[in-house]
């Protein structure tokens, strides 16, 4: 067993040096070895304005996929919207690319991670004038005035032709049993944008979860107890030091009701029922 570990962080070692510098940025992280299916949960109400909602992800670590919360944070800067990371299959390798803040959301494998998050795009919310206005049909806001006005809206046109079914919950792209989504030209174009890297409040985040035994996959059997983070990221929304903007050449105030697609992808390989664009809003 020592060994096999050996010999896969040494292949792995040879896979980092030999992906090119301009490429997005992507980790060879084991072969064979796809990551465990998405849990299904329920998204944590947004507890003030201006948060935006990172789904979680199986990373990699020490001991095997760990389970990162998803979780609120604040934005970097008007206007960002999060592309989250993804895995992908290629050679024989797993290999995850890296997600990352832009003036749009890029290509993110077709994975469908849920609350906007469909597979394509984002029908999460959009920026109005400064505003970030969250889609209610698939985003648990909280109530009182806050929430009133341009701060809210409903669209379920854009969730259901944004949507790849994945009642499998797969999470990954490509390979043995993968969701089947290529880029589009729209995906293709946002993600060759002038994008930051996750803030420091997010690496730290993942940080402290990789250091958490019971969001390993070996530990939890793929079920994390935590999904999801019941209050916002806290700490400094800054791009994170190692982190700096990059061009990508890779590739009413009153109760709402729970977003029932939950974080969860919504089935395999299928393409969405209608096209890709998501909201965007300057």
Known sequence: MRFLRSARLMLLALFVCLIPATSQAAVLIS????????????QPVCPEPGLMWTPGYWAYGPDGYFWVPGAWVPAPYVGALWTPGYWGF????????????????????????????MGIGFAGGMWR??????????????????????????????????????NNHVSY?????????????????YSHEQHTAATTAQMNHQNAAMH????????NGGH??????????????????NNTPHSNTGNSPKPQSHPQNQSHPQGQSHQPHGGGGHDKGH
């Open 212 to 219: 958490n035994t019971n969001n390993y996959a070996k530990n």
């Open 129 to 166: 004038g400064g505003v970030f206005a969250y889609n209610t049909a698939v985003m648990h806001v909280g109530v009182g005035p806050g929430w009133g006005g341009n701060r809210v809206y409903n669209d379920t046109t854009i969730v259901h032709n944004t949507t790849i079914v994945n």
């Open 31 to 42: 072969v064979g070895f796809a990551p465990p299916v998405l849990p299904v949960y329920v």
């Open 224 to 241: 994390p107890a935590n999904p999801a983070m019941s209050r916002p990221m806290g700490g400094s929304n800054t791009p994170h030091a």
């Open 90 to 117: 290629a050679g024989g390798f797993y290999v995850w690319h890296v997600g990352y803040w832009g003036p749009h959301v890029g290509y993110y494998g077709g994975v469908n991670y849920g609350f906007g998050y």
């Open 173 to 189: 792209n490509g390979g043995p049993g993968g969701i089947n989504h290529q880029p589009t030209p729209q995906e293709n174009q």
